[in-house]
């Protein structure tokens, strides 16, 4: 996967080269996040393998487990499972096609914010190269001028020296 989003070379230079290891590095903490995340039925847009089933009371709640069931959810044993406050309040694992369907806009994610990562890594990289560079280069003119001034001073002096001993020699 080359990255075409972010431009490399006019005003960021690319120090950091796009790292397989790396990206799937951003696949899995998405991954991770994904599956230990947890949204309620009317989260449409959240991402999550698991869904919040809260619903009460308990014989309006159990014909709708039984159809979510019935559609390819299946209750997580790991979480909680019981009553609270009259309703029914159980974890699902929402159907394997979703999972499937969901991991391939994760990794898109994943990707756009490992190049989007990257880049800001490149670009801040790049402007401490360039003050890096403009220091040395103050630096130098800095000891130029340094070195000029004392050719200066040591000119000055000398002349100096020669019109004081014109001065006295003709004595």
Same mark, same amino acid.
Not at 30 to 50: C, M, Q
Not at 84 to 108: C, F, K, M, N, Y
């Given at each position: 996967?080359?990255?075409?989003?972010?431009?490399?070379?006019?005003?960021?230079?690319?120090?950091?080269?796009?790292?397989?290891?790396?990206?799937?590095?951003?696949?899995?903490?998405?991954?991770?996040?994904?599956?230990?995340?947890?949204?309620?039925?009317?989260?449409?847009?959240?991402?999550?393998?698991?869904?919040?089933?809260?619903?009460?009371?308990?014989?309006?709640?159990?014909?709708?487990?039984?159809?979510?069931?019935?559609?390819?959810?299946?209750?997580?044993?790991?979480?909680?499972?019981?009553?609270?406050?009259?309703?029914?309040?159980?974890?699902?694992?929402?159907?394997?096609?979703?999972?499937?369907?969901?991991?391939?806009?994760?990794? *898109?994610?994943?990707?756009?914010?490992?190049?989007?990562?990257?880049?800001? %890594?490149?670009?801040?990289?790049?402007?401490?190269?360039?003050?890096?560079?403009?220091? %040395?280069?103050?630096?130098?003119?800095?000891?130029?001028? *340094?070195?000029?001034?004392?050719? *200066?001073?040591?000119?000055?002096?000398?002349?100096?020296?020669?019109?004081?001993?014109?001065?006295? *020699?003709?004595?």
């Amino acid at each position: 996967m080359k990255q075409t989003k972010y431009e490399y070379g006019l005003d960021v230079i690319e120090f950091y080269p796009h790292d397989e290891n790396e990206l799937q590095e951003f696949i899995q903490r998405s991954e991770d996040t994904y599956y230990n995340a947890v949204k309620s039925l009317i989260e449409t847009d959240k991402l999550a393998a698991s869904i919040q089933f809260h619903s009460g009371p308990l014989s309006v709640a159990l014909s709708k487990l039984i159809s979510l069931v019935q559609a390819g959810y299946t209750i997580r044993e790991d979480r909680y499972i019981g009553m609270h406050g009259g309703a029914l309040d159980v974890t699902l694992s929402i159907p394997q096609e979703q999972i499937d369907l969901d991991l391939v806009r994760i990794h *898109a994610q994943a990707f756009n914010d490992y190049e989007a990562s990257r880049f800001e %890594r490149n670009r801040v990289e790049t402007d401490y190269q360039v003050s890096v560079t403009l220091a %040395r280069a103050q630096r130098d003119e800095e000891k130029r001028l *340094a070195a000029a001034a004392e050719r *200066a001073a040591a000119k000055a002096r000398q002349a100096a020296l020669n019109d004081l001993r014109s001065a006295y *020699a003709a004595d």
